[in-house]
């Protein structure tokens, strides 16, 4: 079940965001990638992606509300070539805040010496 | 080693998260920002509006607001606390980060905002008195029952609103400067009327007057800038008879003007804030009944100034625009009369200079005695920053505006000085739109208007009774003639107001011979009016064009009144373009320059969009202007004297001293200038449009924008094509023009059409931000949804929202 965590962080950081600001990413990331996390890659790369993944597709589908009416003039304040530029970034901001915090979060357990998860499952 | 990278890993996290969730510079915190859950990507808003039912606390019954296929909300209260409450909240919901940002823009606290840069612009505004005009504002608002039931009552519905937002439904301004909206206040709403004051009753000539006097001596007054226009077509009719007995006018004393020190300016001010109202009787039009037209020409703007709404009460049923941050309907109709109001500019701002005792500035001379100056301390505060603390010092006329130490931006404020200003006292112009919604007559449109003090405004009325009726209306002090022109001694106290002209001797008339009233700025009266208003009105083109059709116009309908409004000719043209081909010299110009001469001699003076002869004309007539005056008038402490002048200069070959260059040794003529100053023209157009003169098209080099409040690009339109300018009917400028164009025809049931350059929604992710403005570039108007009751059908209606208590 190596995707659990990056299901799990799917789900918790989008709930959590719903009620608090942003940055509450962190505060999912932290103990899931401590509880859940067996290595840094698989840690990091899950939380990247789960973030990333949440933001990518909020943002799309608030995107198709008007036809893009926000997302162009944003692009344009930026001066991004396209309105793609702000849905990689999108990505980027959620997968780098997610992905270090959750690598600070692993590292904790690691001070404990224990490779293994804390919680564990058969593949 | 584990420790040391837990520890960075963590210092990294926290430092991420501390830099993407705030504002560096510029640059807007990005991670707030960026986030679908709370950025910008929320405030894309869906086209389609979907119905609502809200439970409001405070409202005293239910309310229901219709929303029609343009946003423009109809609200429909069983009193009137709930009508202003409900508009209170409408106005939020739709244009809140406006109206807010305006306030701080009018109280000098935009460096709260976006830190020390505004700091200037901050300490003027203090120091100009808007907040002390606005406090007195709201202590005679305050006093009056009706006008104190709709502020406080708007300023619940606006709070309602805000304190029931979320950050992710903030509008995208307040995320793009990482601030939060602040609860309102009823003094925010006299801080938004008194900001309409400073825009249209806050300048004075009379420094540049008192430099030009100074140095060219009173002939140079009397012929260049004359206190009666050259050409006289005033708001009353001439023949008027007053029907009134004038008061005694205060005398002047001698030596009133005194020496002003040299100071420098910035840059010259905005003079397009200009407007045009008619109302043609019944006899004149096709149906019988009376129309009435209005376009007032301000700054355009996005999010607009205006706001479309209709208010339904048991005393009222009134239809037009509102200013988003004040409550009631400013200019439209209702089911009896309607109004619509241009600017008068009468000169209502004097300066006094002040002679202090010391350096300590605690005592000035007055009335033969050294009195006690009043100090007050104001804090500046500034975001990133620690605040500034200013002193403002106020004698009996007013703030000091300007010190040698802080000198204000404002080019025409002199320093040293005490500003007279009547935006500073207590006025009523909220119980004066009250009243004017309900209005039902003409003697009630009267009453009205005796609230209506400041800024003078020329108020057009047509009723459903055929009466049409027009009132130079304001408080206008009692003023000896060209009281004010220039700087005044502060030192004698009967230099300052000696009272008031009584509100029914305001110049006004009813139902005059001619058919229709109108005005455009201009000139109030004719030398009859026994009182002195100001010395210099509008450039007479406008009005002159409007009254030349007007009187020739007959069975006139909507869509005539509607060409009329988008009238596009060049009346300087028309008078000053022969007097140019005479004196030009064409037989040596190249072949490229005959062809421009040749379209100029065939050109009808309509200043359309796609003009060519517009572009070279408006560009040769600046740069006649230009090599006539700025020898002597350029300098930073004067001014040129007005277009109408120069109009006389060139078509009567008079002032042959001023054409003269002073730079040059040789003596110039008419001829000379003007042949000059086509080389100029030329030479300029071909440098910044390029050779092909036929691109040089009016819209393109006009180049109309919209510009967003905070001057973002993305937020907002340049190159509007549209044609007209300046001085024209359709005063479309660069970035001034008809903010509000609207027609009433009045019938038993008056029908409204208008338009303005923009949409009701703030929201530049909205449909609804910018959907009216191709019509209104093309001078098209939209019908202006009229219901009698909140359940009434109409094809327009896309929804509704009904609020419970």
């Known amino acids: 079940m190596i995707l659990l965590l990056f299901i799990l962080l799917a789900i918790c950081t989008f709930i959590w965001q719903l009620f608090l600001p942003w940055w509450s990413i962190c505060l999912v990331t932290i103990p899931l990638a401590f509880i859940f996390g067996r290595n840094f890659r698989h840690v990091v790369l899950s939380a990247i992606f789960s973030c990333g993944i949440v933001w990518f597709i909020l943002a799309l589908c608030l995107n198709e509300v008007n036809g893009s009416l926000m997302t162009s003039r944003i692009a344009v304040l930026f001066s991004a070539p396209s309105n793609l530029w702000l849905f990689i970034g999108c990505f980027v901001i959620a997968g780098l805040t997610g992905g270090i915090s959750a690598a600070a979060g692993f590292s904790l357990r690691r001070l404990y010496g224990s490779n293994k998860p804390k919680v564990a499952f058969k593949n | ?805």
């Open chain 2, 1 to 805: 080693m584990r420790v040391l990278r837990s520890i960075l890993l963590f210092v990294i996290t926290l430092l991420l998260i501390f830099l993407l969730n705030r504002k560096t510079g510029d640059i807007p915190p990005l991670g707030k920002l960026l986030s679908p859950f709370s950025g910008f990507w929320q405030n894309n808003e869906d086209h389609n509006i979907d119905s609502e039912q809200l439970n409001i606390p405070g409202l005293k019954a239910k309310v229901i607001v219709r929303l029609d296929d343009n946003l423009v909300p109809h609200i429909f209260a069983n009193n009137n606390h709930d009508l202003y409450f409900i508009q209170g909240y409408i106005h939020a919901k739709y244009r809140l980060w406006q109206m807010e940002f305006q306030t701080y823009a009018a109280a000098g606290r935009i460096s709260e905002i976006i830190g020390e840069k505004a700091v200037d612009y901050d300490r003027q505004q203090r120091r100009f008195g808007m907040v002390y005009g606005a406090e007195n504002t709201l202590k005679a608002m305050l006093a009056d029952s009706l006008s104190a039931e709709a502020v406080n009552a708007y300023t619940e519905g606006v709070n309602v609103w805000i304190e029931a937002l979320a950050e992710k439904d903030f509008p995208i301004e307040y995320k793009l400067l990482d601030y939060k909206p602040e609860p309102w206040t009823p003094l925010k709403c006299a801080l938004l009327l008194k900001y309409m004051t400073y825009d249209l009753a806050g300048f004075s000539n009379d420094f540049f007057l008192t430099n030009i006097l100074k140095t060219y001596g009173q002939p140079a007054i009397d012929s260049l800038f004359p206190s009666t226009p050259l050409n006289n077509n005033p708001i009353i009719p001439s023949g008027t008879s007053w029907g009134f007995l004038p008061l005694p006018l205060p005398v002047a004393p001698k030596n009133s003007i005194v020496n002003v020190p040299d100071i420098p300016y910035n840059h010259p001010p905005n003079p397009d804030n200009g407007s045009n109202n008619w109302a043609v009787s019944g006899r004149k039009t096709a149906s019988g009944s009376a129309i009435l037209c209005g376009d007032p020409h301000l700054g355009l703007n996005l999010p607009s100034l205006w706001f479309q709404i209709q208010l339904v009460s048991p005393d009222c049923n009134v239809t037009g625009v509102s200013l988003p941050g004040t409550p009631s309907v400013i200019i439209g109709f209702n089911e009896h009369i309607a109004w619509s109001e241009t600017n008068v500019d009468a000169d209502v701002l004097d300066w006094y200079s002040i002679k202090f005792k010391d350096s300590s500035r605690n005592e000035y001379y007055h009335d033969n005695q050294w009195k006690t100056t009043i100090k007050k301390i104001d804090t500046i505060k500034i975001r990133g920053g620690s605040a500034e603390i200013d002193t403002i010092i106020f004698t009996e006329q007013g703030p000091i505006v300007g010190t040698m130490d802080r000198k204000p931006l404002r080019e025409f404020i002199p320093t040293g000085y005490a500003m007279k200003w009547l935006g500073h006292e207590p006025t009523q112009e909220l119980r004066a739109f009250l009243e004017l919604n309900r209005a039902k007559n003409y003697s009630e449109f009267v009453n009205a208007l005796k609230y209506f003090q400041c800024p003078a405004q020329n108020f057009v009325y047509a009723d459903v009774d055929n009466n049409i009726a027009i009132w130079v209306n304001g408080k206008f002090p009692l003023k000896w003639k060209n009281q004010g022109k220039f700087l005044l001694d502060g030192t004698d106290p009967a230099n300052e107001w000696q009272g008031w002209i009584p509100h029914n001797q305001n110049p006004h008339v009813i139902n005059p011979a001619r058919g229709f009233v109108s005005s455009a700025n201009q000139s109030p009266a004719d030398s009859t009016y026994p009182y002195y208003l100001n010395w210099e009105f509008e450039t007479f083109t406008r009005g002159y064009r409007i009254n030349e059709r007007l009187e020739e116009m007959n069975s006139i309908n909507r869509d005539s009144m509607r060409l009329l409004q988008g009238d596009v000719k060049n009346i300087i043209a028309e008078n000053v373009l022969p007097v140019l081909m005479e004196n030009l010299n064409i037989s040596t110009r190249p072949s490229e320059e005959q062809q421009i001469i040749e379209a100029l001699r065939s050109w009808n003076f309509l200043a359309v969009s796609e003009s060519i002869e517009q572009t070279f004309f408006d560009l040769w007539w600046r740069e006649i202007q230009a090599l006539i005056w700025d020898d002597e008038f350029g300098s930073k402490n004067m001014r040129y004297p007005d277009t109408e002048v120069s109009m006389n200069t060139v078509m009567k070959n008079v002032n042959r001293k001023w054409i003269d260059n002073t730079t040059t040794d040789e003596i110039e003529s008419l001829q000379d200038i003007i042949n000059q100053s086509f080389y100029l023209t030329m030479d300029s157009l071909n440098k910044s449009y390029g050779s092909d003169w036929k691109q040089w098209k009016w819209y393109q080099t006009k180049a109309t924008r919209i510009n967003h409040l905070l001057r973002i690009p993305t937020f907002s339109h340049s190159d509007v094509k549209t044609g007209g300018g300046r001085l024209m009917v359709n005063a479309t400028a660069s970035d001034h023009g008809p903010s509000w164009r609207m027609i009433v025809e009045l019938n038993d049931e008056p029908l409204g059409y208008g338009i303005y350059p923009g949409g009701q929604s703030g929201n530049p992710g909205s449909y609804y931000y910018d959907n009216m403005l191709d019509s209104w570039a093309m001078g098209l108007q939209k019908e202006l949804v009229v219901l009698h009751s909140p359940s009434e059908p109409n094809n327009h209606i896309v929804a509704s929202i009904t609020f419970n208590q």
